[in-house]
């Protein structure tokens, strides 16, 4: 059974940093592509940043130069390193492990960017 779990979240003040992990067990997690998405109370779910296997990443525009998505594969973790924070960027984040043609979600962890 497929597991992912994540962690990290909470309150910051604008400006500050979280590190947000995603614990992956029960699946080969070095040839899993992982996803980063959030989703604010009233908004669809989006995508913030996703790395392949072969440790290509991508990010939405909205965080380019502050996220940076990350993997131990030796500790089954993924990690979304989220400095400069801004309130937009309060949301549940979602980790989603993709070994295609399946996939599977995290139950999110809650950001909060406030003063």
């Known amino acids: 059974q497929v597991q992912v779990v994540e962690s990290g979240g909470g309150l910051a003040q604008p400006g500050g940093s979280l590190r947000l992990s995603c614990a992956v067990s029960g699946i080969t997690f070095s040839i899993t592509t992982i996803y980063w998405f959030r989703q604010a109370p009233g908004q669809q779910r989006e995508l913030v940043a996703h790395e392949t296997t072969g440790g290509t990443t991508n990010y939405a525009d909205s965080v380019k130069g502050r996220f940076t998505i990350s993997r131990d594969n030796a500790k089954n973790t993924a990690f979304l390193q989220m400095n400069y924070l801004k309130p937009e960027d309060t949301a549940v984040y979602y980790c989603?492990?993709?070994?295609?043609?399946?996939?599977?979600w995290g139950q999110g962890t809650q950001v909060t960017v406030s003063a």
């Open positions: 989603n492990v993709q070994n295609f043609p399946r996939n599977y």
